[in-house]
């Protein structure tokens, strides 16, 4: 597993390099990029998930924010070509069991929560442009952005009070291709962890995409070995503002539970700048054969390269919560909810303030995660 750790680390940096030293090209009005940060988990157990990322501390074991969907810009009247997929991916460090962990992390400009590392955010791409009379194809421009941020959380009876930092990007290499990579440090329960995470959403025509993320992480027993969702996305309507979504996950924890997944959600894209979004996950952990299911609903106003506001609320049961070598929670409901404000300062620079608060009958956890992005 050290191999895949180091392999999953070389390959974010790789990508975190080359984000970096792109060539700054502001976006085309005709591509869309989505904040994918809405799934979330719970903080640590194994639970369904709900959430997600960009990268997500606020949580790490939540009802997973399977997706939080990210209004895009108002459909241009173009003709129905292809549309970028424009989805950070956000892939979140926590167990799909459990909603705690698994916070939404930013996934295009997507909140970032880091007491809560980033759950892999529901892929959502915008609708492709109104029907009209095709045009000249536009020449592809290579496009994405860098983020990075810190995070803290106050959490009770004296369960230790989460912090960390974290440093994620994506960048479109072809018209078909979106790269996205995660780097999260985060203490939580007392407990000092690193989780790198690595993406990709693919294009495959006007009506199909999929999302991909792998991870892992050393340290900390609240963060997973590792971790690999996957997502298939389906557009449907004439303006193909309504997207439906399946997707499996496995996680496998650092001491003996692993958990999959399935997960089931839907994304629509008002006319006017607003997008509502909701999933559910079922979940199955082992030992045991425990099951456990986690929902969410998300309802996103503004434009990109403007604002984003995004109001979640996630619920659900929780199998398990890893807290300490040999210490877990289990068999218990939770509820997170959460306000991320995405907002430009100009065509390149902006900032995303995220406030999370999460309940359970052991603890309450209330944090808030600041990060500053560069789109290119």
Same mark, same amino acid.
């Given at each position: 597993?050290?191999?895949?750790?180091?392999?999953?680390?070389?390959?974010?940096?790789?990508?975190?390099?080359?984000?970096?030293?792109?060539?700054?090209?502001?976006?085309?009005?005709?591509?869309?990029?989505?904040?994918?940060?809405?799934?979330?988990?719970?903080?640590?157990?194994?639970?369904?998930?709900?959430?997600?990322?960009?990268?997500?501390?606020?949580?790490?074991?939540?009802?997973?924010?399977?997706?939080?969907?990210?209004?895009?810009p108002t459909?241009?009247?173009?003709?129905?070509?292809?549309?970028?997929?424009?989805?950070?991916?956000?892939?979140?460090?926590?167990?799909?069991?459990?909603?705690?962990?698994?916070?939404?992390?930013?996934?295009?400009?997507?909140?970032?929560?880091?007491?809560?590392?980033?759950?892999?955010?529901?892929? +959502?791409a915008g609708?492709?442009?109104?029907?009209?009379?095709?045009?000249?194809?536009?020449?592809?421009?290579?496009?994405?952005?860098?983020?990075?941020?810190?995070?803290?959380?106050?959490?009770?009876?004296?369960?230790?009070?989460?912090?960390?930092?974290?440093?994620?990007?994506?960048?479109?290499?072809?018209?078909?291709?979106?790269?996205?990579?995660?780097?999260?440090?985060?203490?939580?329960?007392?407990?000092?962890?690193?989780?790198?995470?690595?993406?990709?959403?693919?294009?495959?025509?006007?009506?199909?995409?999929?999302?991909?993320?792998?991870?892992?992480?050393?340290?900390?027993?609240?963060?997973?070995?590792?971790? +690999?969702?996957?997502?298939?996305?389906?557009?449907?309507?004439?303006?193909?503002?309504?997207?439906?979504?399946?997707?499996?996950?496995?996680?496998?924890?650092?001491?003996?539970?692993?958990?999959?997944?399935?997960?089931?959600?839907?994304?629509?894209?008002?006319?006017?700048?607003?997008?509502?979004?909701?999933?559910?996950?079922?979940?199955?952990?082992?030992?045991?054969?425990?099951?456990?299911?986690?929902?969410?609903?998300?309802?996103t106003e503004?434009?990109?390269?403007?604002?984003?506001?995004?109001?979640?609320?996630?619920?659900?049961?929780?199998?398990?919560?890893?807290?300490?070598?040999?210490?877990?929670?289990?068999?218990?409901?939770?509820?997170?909810?959460?306000?991320?404000?995405?907002?430009?300062?100009?065509?390149?620079?902006?900032?995303?303030?995220?406030?999370?608060?999460?309940?359970?009958?052991?603890?309450?956890?209330?944090?808030?995660?600041?990060?500053?992005?560069?789109?290119?």
């Amino acid at each position: 597993m050290q191999m895949l750790h180091k392999f999953i680390i070389s390959s974010i940096l790789i990508l975190l390099m080359s984000v970096g030293t792109a060539k700054a090209i502001p976006l085309d009005s005709s591509e869309i990029e989505v904040d994918m940060s809405t799934i979330s988990a719970s903080d640590g157990g194994n639970a369904s998930s709900p959430q997600p990322a960009p990268v997500n501390m606020a949580a790490v074991t939540e009802p997973t924010e399977t997706e939080i969907a990210v209004p895009q810009p108002t459909p241009a009247p173009i003709a129905p070509a292809k549309v970028n997929i424009v989805q950070p991916a956000v892939t979140t460090p926590y167990n799909t069991a459990s909603p705690e962990l698994s916070a939404t992390v930013p996934s295009t400009p997507n909140v970032t929560s880091i007491a809560q590392p980033s759950a892999p955010a529901m892929p +959502v791409a915008g609708p492709p442009g109104a029907p009209g009379t095709p045009g000249p194809a536009a020449p592809f421009k290579q496009s994405g952005y860098v983020e990075a941020g810190g995070d803290f959380s106050a959490v009770t009876h004296d369960y230790g009070n989460w912090y960390g930092e974290y440093v994620k990007g994506e960048i479109q290499t072809d018209p078909n291709n979106r790269w996205n990579a995660e780097l999260l440090n985060l203490t939580a329960f007392r407990q000092t962890g690193v989780y790198g995470a690595i993406g990709n959403t693919h294009d495959f025509n006007e009506d199909w995409f999929s999302n991909i993320n792998i991870g892992g992480s050393e340290g900390g027993l609240y963060l997973p070995r590792y971790r +690999v969702d996957a997502f298939l996305n389906r557009k449907w309507l004439e303006d193909r503002q309504l997207i439906t979504t399946i997707g499996f996950g496995d996680y496998k924890a650092m001491d003996v539970h692993n958990d999959q997944s399935i997960f089931f959600g839907a994304t629509y894209y008002f006319p006017e700048l607003w997008v509502v979004q909701g999933g559910i996950r079922f979940n199955n952990s082992h030992p045991g054969g425990v099951n456990s299911n986690s929902q969410f609903v998300a309802v996103t106003e503004g434009e990109q390269k403007k604002h984003l506001v995004t109001l979640r609320y996630g619920w659900g049961e929780e199998a398990y919560q890893i807290i300490g070598p040999g210490q877990a929670l289990s068999d218990f409901n939770s509820q997170t909810i959460s306000l991320e404000w995405r907002q430009w300062l100009n065509d390149d620079w902006g900032f995303d303030a995220r406030g999370e608060q999460y309940h359970n009958p052991n603890y309450d956890r209330t944090g808030i995660n600041l990060g500053i992005f560069k789109d290119f």
